[in-house]
């Protein structure tokens, strides 16, 4: 049995069956405690729904860098008559060490029906379309952050003028606080760096 073991994996690989579960077990105890509220993010081969570091093996790096489109987003907890603003954002640019282009916005979509969200839809108005994680090379690890707010019944969320004019340099909190989205219900993070390092 142990013998038809490693062909039993490659089997599944060819079948596209087999999803990655990576590990937390590098992380620092800040970047895994960032993780809460039951948000989960799931790419082709890749399920998220815990802080975590994207292994390079299966080219997970590459391809969460350079193929995969948005991911989809879940939320069990998204209560069907609220609408929810969900933020991913890149804490680190240009590198952890030095971020003076942080926050930069990589997507953010506003009005977004909770019945949807619960079932991995994003029924909303995307503000900043998708941009995937795109870490430059010899920059180490960036966090990329999901975060998931309740927006204010009545509320019309959306990026001034200078906002749209840039996806770096952006002020999070300042936005935060203006349409008063309060502490976010849900939040995960996964930390990547350029799939050639």
Same mark, same amino acid.
């Not at 970047?31 to 890749?46: I, T």
């Not at 916005?105 to 949807?116: D, E, M, S, T, Y």
């Not at 707010?149 to 509320?155: A, G, R, S, V």
């Given at each position: 049995?142990?013998?038809? =073991? &490693?062909?039993?994996?490659?089997? +599944? ?6 999803? *990655?579960?990576?590990?937390? $077990? ?24 815990k802080c975590l570091i994207i292994p390079k093996d299966l080219k997970l790096r590459e391809k969460i860098s350079t193929?995969?489109? =948005? &991911?989809?987003?879940?939320?069990? +907890? ?6 929810? *603003?969900?933020?991913?954002? $890149?804490?680190?640019?240009?590198s952890r060490t030095k971020q003076t282009s942080a926050y930069w916005r990589h997507w953010l979509v506003v009005n977004?029906?909770?019945n949807a969200l619960k079932k991995g839809k994003l029924q909303g108005t995307a503000l900043t379309e998708y941009h995937?994680?795109?870490? &430059? ?61």
């Amino acid at each position: 049995m142990a013998v038809l =073991a &490693p062909f039993l994996v490659l089997f +599944g690989f060819i079948l596209g069956i087999h999803k *990655v579960e990576p590990t937390q $077990d590098t992380l620092d105890s800040l970047d895994a405690s960032f993780c809460h509220g039951g948000l989960e993010v799931n790419y082709p081969e890749l399920d998220i729904d815990k802080c975590l570091i994207i292994p390079k093996d299966l080219k997970l790096r590459e391809k969460i860098s350079t193929v995969w489109k =948005a &991911p989809q987003v879940y939320f069990s +907890g998204a209560q069907k008559e609220k609408m929810y *603003v969900l933020v991913m954002v $890149d804490p680190d640019a240009p590198s952890r060490t030095k971020q003076t282009s942080a926050y930069w916005r990589h997507w953010l979509v506003v009005n977004i029906k909770g019945n949807a969200l619960k079932k991995g839809k994003l029924q909303g108005t995307a503000l900043t379309e998708y941009h995937p994680p795109t870490p &430059p090379q010899k920059t180490g690890f960036h966090r990329y952050q999901f975060i998931l707010f309740e927006q204010p019944p009545h509320t019309a969320v959306s990026l001034a003028d200078q906002e749209r004019s840039s996806r770096g340099k952006w002020d999070f909190q300042a936005f935060i606080t203006r349409f008063g989205l309060g502490e976010p219900v849900a939040s995960l993070q996964f930390l990547t760096q350029n799939f050639k390092d």
